[in-house]
């Protein structure tokens, strides 16, 4: 066991933020090129930025072992970067990035799911002797088996340049860091003093007494170089101390500094780092106004001119953005109790009525504001797909297109975090179980070789709906239904079960319909957990499918958790809130718009159109006096395409709800798929239900 570092503890959150953001885009670059089957120099360039930067700040909070696998295949990626040609067989580098990917993310959420402080450490030599294998024998590919070396610098003058950061910044030693690494690609050669800035914290006090010294060669110009210091971040002032031949010494302080850490050696190429040459010593800053002064006319012409530039995001907490959450969600529900106070009936408040329109009209956009804080797309999980799918594809063998469609599409942000374990899931069960495992099957089907599968994205009513579907062998409905037979999950004589029904069977605990354990399937674990995490934040999921012909999983959950705009209506003693996003028209009936169908179920005539009417007070069992459609009120929903008039007794009107959901012992009824989404509280204290008229539609 591990224990993390004392004193950085505060620092987790933003290095777990920073790292996973760094191996998700890096997994991003690598499934792109694979499919193009080659490195871009500039893809080249930024993996082996990634990797340096992971290196470095795993260094800084403690992880060893991560730094120094981070480190092994920055050294690869440095062969590749300076002699792309090296690369013969493209595929060995694929899966030695991808398993160091893999390492790093297993490592880090054992450092997250730690309990004290302390983790389960990783042991990655077998992967670092694979990498270390791996650039030697790329080394081996260069022209008569010399090891690779960076290309000789341009006959440039070298330029040094002191740089004073803004005081009181602090971690001077690490903003250092990050400039090294902003101008390390557009530079032939980089040397900096002190040279540690990476893994000795110690340096910073040498930076804010003396200032942090570069040598650089540029590969294009000068001023790009001097630009992109002075917009670096909290970088106070710079001055050029030297720049002439490159045979030149360059100025450094006179301090005597802690030998080159090996980290730096290796990372630039030896031809690229001359011998430490003496330097004057330079006046300390308290002595030399002229610095100072350059400092404060640097800032003042950067707060002058570009005021602009200051970061203008911010990471929070998610618990902060849900205890937001919950407080508007509190302060709507007093909002209504405050307006509908029983006290206030009859009463003609002219002033107190105008201040609550007042108070709704912010409190509107005040929730409209933290929903769209808590909004982000789904992109970032669907493309966590591609890697399943592309594992997959190679161990299973199974040649297949994998397409996303409506990725910009944003949800809540506590649902997109529960939405990854489903949709890994039902991709997994379209790999394994839908598509062919036989090419020649599918040809004999008339098929393409390739497989097809889709995750698709699309907003609908106030709700997100996620398809997972493939073209591949669909579900047996009889194979299905033996194994439910044999597992004795049947409910009813299996005459009774529609088709539709034996294929949500598929979702039952336990169930499977594979014959032998692989490494994908066949456990009885998979599906039930995607309907069980479904419902948790909201929503449900339907199975459909066609034997030879695919499967589709369709997802259906609701755009956020919290506060919808309903139309409440009562029904016999109870009241209803239907959002009103599915609301099409509420209206009376008259007896000539009264139909019946030809299995005499009841319809209405409504602008040339024909509607089907459910009558809530049957639907829900709800005793009422309220039975003559002439004399309660309608509403046309709709949804997916479809539509139905309900009957209620009367509309009370508009209201703004929080959504809570069901007690977890009412689970056991299926009440959401009875057409109850969850409940509301409402100005008087009582309890509303919430209609899910896509349920009752479909």
Not at 96 to 121: H, R, T
Not at 162 to 171: A, I, P
Not at 405 to 424: F, H, N, R, Y
Not at 555 to 570: F, H, N, R, S, Y
């Amino acid at each position: 066991m591990a224990k993390i570092e004392p004193g950085m503890e505060s620092m987790l959150d933003m290095y777990f933020y920073e790292t996973n953001s760094l191996l998700e885009q890096l997994d991003e670059i690598l499934l792109r090129t694979e499919q193009a089957n080659a490195f871009e120099s500039d893809d080249i360039k930024e993996i082996f930025r990634i990797m340096h930067t992971i290196k470095g700040s795993s260094a800084m909070m403690g992880f060893d072992n991560l730094s120094v696998l981070a480190h092994k295949a920055e050294d690869m990626f440095f062969v590749i970067r300076e002699n792309p040609d090296v690369i013969t067989d493209v595929s060995f580098v694929y899966d030695l990035v991808f398993q160091v990917s893999d390492s790093y993310k297993a490592q880090i959420e054992a450092i997250q799911n730690n309990v004290g402080g302390e983790y389960e450490l990783m042991n990655f030599d077998e992967l670092i002797d694979k990498l270390m294998k791996g650039r030697d024998d790329l080394l081996g590919e260069t022209s008569g088996g010399a090891p690779a070396s960076a290309p000789a610098p341009d006959e440039k003058p070298k330029t040094t340049v002191r740089v004073y950061f803004e005081e009181g910044c602090q971690m001077e030693n690490l903003r250092a860091f990050l400039l090294i690494n902003t101008i390390r690609d557009d530079c032939s050669f980089l040397e900096f003093t002190p040279s540690d800035v990476e893994t000795n914290s110690e340096s910073s006090k040498i930076i804010m007494e003396q200032g942090f010294l570069i040598t650089f060669i540029p590969i294009d110009d000068t001023d790009s170089i001097l630009k992109q210091v002075e917009s670096a971040l909290n970088v106070q002032a710079y001055e050029v101390v030297e720049t002439g031949d490159s045979s030149k010494p360059a100025a450094a302080p006179a301090a005597e500094m802690p030998p080159e850490p090996e980290t730096v050696k290796e990372t630039i190429p030896e031809a690229a780092v001359p011998a430490p040459q003496p330097a004057p010593t330079p006046a300390p800053a308290s002595k030399e106004p002229t610095a100072i002064e350059k400092a404060q006319a640097a800032v003042a012409q950067a707060q002058a001119s570009s005021g602009a530039q200051k970061q203008s995001l911010i990471s929070v907490n998610l618990a902060k953005l849900d205890a937001l959450h919950d407080i508007v969600g509190e302060i709507i529900t007093t909002e209504s109790m405050v307006i509908s106070n029983p006290d206030l009936d009859g009463l003609e408040l002219e002033s107190f009525n105008k201040a609550a329109r007042e108070l709704r009209k912010l409190t509107s956009e005040l929730q409209d504001t933290v929903m769209s804080i808590r909004m982000v797309p789904l992109a970032g999980v669907f493309q966590k797909m591609n890697r399943i799918v592309r594992d997959m594809r190679k161990k299973l063998g199974k040649e297949v297109d994998f397409v996303i469609e409506g990725e910009d599409t944003e949800v809540d942000k506590s649902i997109v975090d529960s939405l990854q374990d489903p949709l890994m899931h039902l991709v997994r069960n379209c790999m394994d179980h839908g598509i062919e495992e036989n090419v020649q099957d599918r040809i004999n089907a008339g098929k393409p070789e390739k497989g097809t599968l889709k995750l698709i994205a699309q907003n609908s009513s106030g709700e997100v709906i996620i398809i997972v579907s493939d073209d591949g062998q669909g579900i047996d409905p009889e194979k299905v239904l033996n194994k439910a037979r044999k597992q004795g999950v049947l409910t009813k004589p299996e005459s009774e079960y529609t088709e539709k029904e034996i294929q949500n069977l598929i979702l039952l605990p336990g169930f499977s319909t594979n014959e032998t354990v692989t490494e994908f399937s066949g456990r009885g674990v998979g599906m039930d957990v995607v309907k069980a995490n479904i419902e948790k934040c909201g929503g449900m999921i339907i199975v459909d499918s066609a034997k030879g012909e695919g499967t589709s999983f369709i997802i259906k959950i609701p755009l956020t958790l919290a506060i919808i705009d309903g139309m409440e209506v009562t029904c016999g003693d109870l009241v209803f809130t239907v959002p009103i996003s599915t609301i099409n028209q509420s209206f009376k009936a008259e007896a000539s718009q009264i139909l019946r169908d030809t299995g005499g179920n009841e319809m209405i005539m409504i602008r040339g159109v024909c509607y089907p009417i459910l009558r809530m007070h049957e639907k829900f069992g709800i005793e009422t006096e309220v039975t003559d459609l002439e004399d309660g009120i309608l509403l046309l929903v709709e949804a997916d395409n479809k539509a139905v008039c309900l009957f209620a007794d009367k509309l009370i009107g508009e209201q703004q709800v929080v959504v809570k959901p069901f007690p977890k012992y009412l689970s056991r009824y299926n009440i959401k798929g009875e057409g109850l989404s969850g409940c509301t509280i409402m100005g008087d204290g009582s309890i509303s239900l919430i209609v899910d008229t896509n349920t009752l539609i479909g």
